[in-house]
């Protein structure tokens, strides 16, 4: 998968997160949680949709790591959605 489309993956975890607390007022945790999901799902279904019958072992580590990164980006998403959140109930 091309650099690009792993980085907008990362981006739309933000997005899926900042959504959920902002519009959805969800707590935190659980948008963190569910747009890294939702991230990583994606993630490994268009890997497995262009899987080799060579694929190298580390398509696991691969995987593991682009979780963390849109947990990551997921919680950047969170926390600003709930600044903004907390300004606008002032």
Do not use: H
């Amino acid at each position: 998968m091309s650099e690009t489309v792993t980085w907008l993956l990362y981006f739309v975890s933000g997005g899926l997160a900042f959504a959920a607390v902002r519009y959805k007022r969800w707590p935190i945790t659980l948008s963190m949680l569910a747009a890294a999901a939702a991230t990583t799902l994606i993630w490994y279904v268009a890997v497995q949709l262009r899987k080799e019958e060579n694929e190298p072992s580390w398509i696991t580590v691969e995987t593991a790591l682009n979780a963390s990164f849109a947990l990551i980006f997921a919680g950047a998403g969170a926390a600003l959605a709930m600044c903004l959140r907390m300004r606008d109930e002032r």
